[in-house]
């Protein structure tokens, strides 16, 4: 079953802003509150994205942006509700495709497995409860990206719509909720690109978990190549064991680049409550004090992800 959501539902209910389920036998039938917050919370946690679980509703991208969390609990576990403004209708054919998508989607993901927490986490408290760690994401790392107008270029994995990830290799034109500076390291302090990874690489490993309140389920670096100039870190929040991705990266060959770029991003759910933002400027007010170029993630260029995310900078 599938649960739908809209504000203009009138082509499947004559019931305005209703909640409706969609069955094998086509009909549309109204459920009481309850049970829909109970099913709305399932597709939350199984970290489905709004275009899957709640269909005729535009994703945020640079080119729509009326997309707004529920007024109420905010959370860093990444856990809440969304509410969607629609703009438009999507066809009955996409439609049901999409409801396809996300209940094979949700029968995968929306009951977690157990799984521990990284050893430097800052708590054994919630050790019984299930995480969910969720499967990596794909095609991490520097590689052959295509930008909004199909033309090549080397670079981390782009974000996609939900505002829950910061890449510097993103186009600022194309992507500027998402967009962020790379990190330079200073030629003047540091004369080779493995000396800089080994710099980056030690003020990661001293990362503390829980700071700002987030990541208390520790952090693991998972691979570090300073000859490659490449880093990847995974966070793990403490009570759900949600794990976010986090990578460093030299793009290109040139040995004189002293150009790192940047990717932190969520697995799970819509919003991040400002985590991502969090760990990126903890690490780059690090480096700064060690003569870094770390400008990290400003509430005055991205606005709408504090507003969104009850950021604050």
Known sequence: VIVFYSHHSHQFSQQHNSFVLFSSSSAFLPLPHCTIMKLVSIIALAGITSSVAFTGVPLLTAQASRI?????NKSNEHDSSMREE???????RETLKSWVVGAAAIGFMAFPGKATAFPNKISTQYDDRPKQRGAKPQALGVATRKDLYGEEYLGLKPCGAAPNCFCSSDSLEDAPETNIPPFKWSTDKISSREDAFQQLYEVVKAYQPGQSNIDGGGFDIVTFDPKAGYIYVQFQSLKNGYIDDLEFAVVGDDKDNNVVQVRSSSRFGYLDFGVNAKR????????RAKGWDAPGVELATHKLY???DGWTG
């Open 68 to 72: 707004a969390p529920l007024n109420g």
């Open 86 to 92: 629609d703009d438009g209708m999507l066809t009955r």
């Open 280 to 287: 990126i400027n903890y690490l780059a007010n690090i480096l």
């Open 306 to 308: 504090g507003e969104m």
